[in-house]
Every structure is written in C-alpha cells, then in structure tokens.
T-cell receptor, first 115, second 113 residues
Framework: GAGVSQSPSNKVTEKGKDVELRCDPI?????LYWYRQSLGQGLEFLIY????????KSGLPSDRFSAERTGGSVSTLTIQRTQQEDSAVYLC?????????????FGSGTQLSVL | GNSVTQMEGPVTLSEEAFLTINCTYT??????LFWYVQYPGEGLQLLLK?????DKGSNKGFEATYRKETTSFHLEKGSVQVSDSAVYFC????????????FGQGTELSVKP
C-alpha cells in the first residue's frame, strides 16, 4: 500500500474484554513500531520489531499487552482484559530499517475507548 | 535513560509572527534529533531532522539546529501561517536503544489570522 494502514480506526469496547489492533506497514519496511498517544501523556513507546522479532518490549505497560508480527509484515497488538486507562490512540509506524536517523512513517491510528 | 523535554503549550500566535518551540534532550550516546508534526485530523509526519552536532534541519520554512553543548534542538520559523496550526513533537533516536524514537510531550500551536 501507499502508507501505513491501521484497523480498525475506532474501537469501543467494554472493560474486561480483549481487543486486537492491526497494523499493515509499508511494503519492504523491516522495522515496525507501536506507540500510544494519550491526552496529556504525549507519545509513549510500546514495542518495536525488526523483522518478526521484538528486541525491545520494555514499553509494554503490563502483561495484558502483547504484540506479534508475522511474515515480516502485518503486526497485531493485543490488549487482554481491557481497563479504562487503556483508552488512547494506538499508533503504528514503520521504517526501512532499524537504525538511528531513520524516518518513521506513521499510520492514522486506532482510537480505543474502554467503557 | 534518554528523554526529551519540550516547552508546554498551547502556543497562540498571530499570523506572520516569529515562532520558537524549545526542545532539550538527555541522551547517553549520540542521538539523531527530529521534529514531527501532527496536523488536525492527520497522522504524524516528519518535519525535519538532524543527525549530528551543528547540523541544521529545515523544511517548509522551519529550522532547527542540533546544539550538543546545550543539548537542544529548538524549532523556529520566521513567519507563521494559519496552516502551521498543529501539534509539534520533538524526538530523538539513539543507536544504543535500537533506533526507536523517544518523543517529547508535544506542543500545540494555534495561529490566528
């Protein structure tokens, strides 16, 4: 595709339910990143992938959060037993390679609302 | 650890005014520095970057100079337009941390006609 695609664009769920957020990076981009954008919290790093492996999971807020990437392409961020504090915009980005100085291309995000 | 601090917003300016948004960083290595911009209803996009000390990044009339001695990367524009209204994020990436971007809190800019 032309850019990073995220789905769904909006997700409303009930507290305690599981949700899956999907990211389709730009074709050929080996690095993929997940961020969370909350009101008043700025952009919070969650996890990144080089190919299918995740060298740095340090940003995942709790063990309810997990992510995987398959075929060096699509990634899924899963939040189990959602809580109200999980409400935020979840952003995915990709880059050609995993090295400093690389330009990241961002998707439009998934707005998650936990009621 | 690495971190980025930028001036709090919102910043409100009249059209053609001079803009400065301050950004300072803390890093253990030799990071690359970035400004990203988020226009209303749009995704984050790169505005400019600098990869080593004394480099100046520029784009769309915006400039920022990588100052290692003051650990700063302030964003400037000589004459802002209404269309510059957006949220601006300063960020760094450091080889020691795998190249991931660490962002500041963001500064909302509103330009009035």
């Amino acid at each position: 595709g032309a850019g990073v695609s995220q789905s769904p664009s909006n997700k409303v769920t009930e507290k305690g339910k599981d949700v899956e957020l999907r990211c389709d990076p730009i074709s050929g981009h080996t690095a993929l990143y997940w961020y969370r954008q909350s009101l008043g919290q700025g952009l919070e790093f969650l996890i990144y992938f080089q190919g299918n492996s995740a060298p740095d999971k340090s940003g995942l807020p709790s063990d309810r959060f997990s992510a995987e990437r398959t075929g060096g392409s699509v990634s899924t961020l899963t939040i189990q037993r959602t809580q109200q504090e999980d409400s935020a915009v979840y952003l995915c980005a990709s880059s050609l390679a995993l090295r400093t100085g690389q330009k990241l291309f961002f998707g439009s995000g998934t707005q998650l609302s936990v009621l | 650890g690495n971190s980025v601090t930028q001036m709090e917003g919102p910043v409100t300016l009249s059209e053609e005014a001079f803009l400065t948004i301050n950004c300072t960083y803390t890093a253990t290595g030799y990071p690359s520095l970035f400004w990203y911009v988020q226009y209303p209803g749009e995704g984050l996009q790169l505005l400019l970057k600098a990869t080593k000390a004394d480099d100046k990044g520029s784009n769309k009339g915006f400039e920022a100079t990588y100052r290692k001695e003051t650990t700063s990367f302030h964003l400037e524009k000589g004459s802002v337009q209404v269309s510059d209204s957006a949220v601006y994020f300063c960020a760094l990436s450091d080889y020691n941390q795998g190249g991931k971007l660490i962002f500041g809190q963001g500064t909302e800019l509103s330009v009035k006609p």
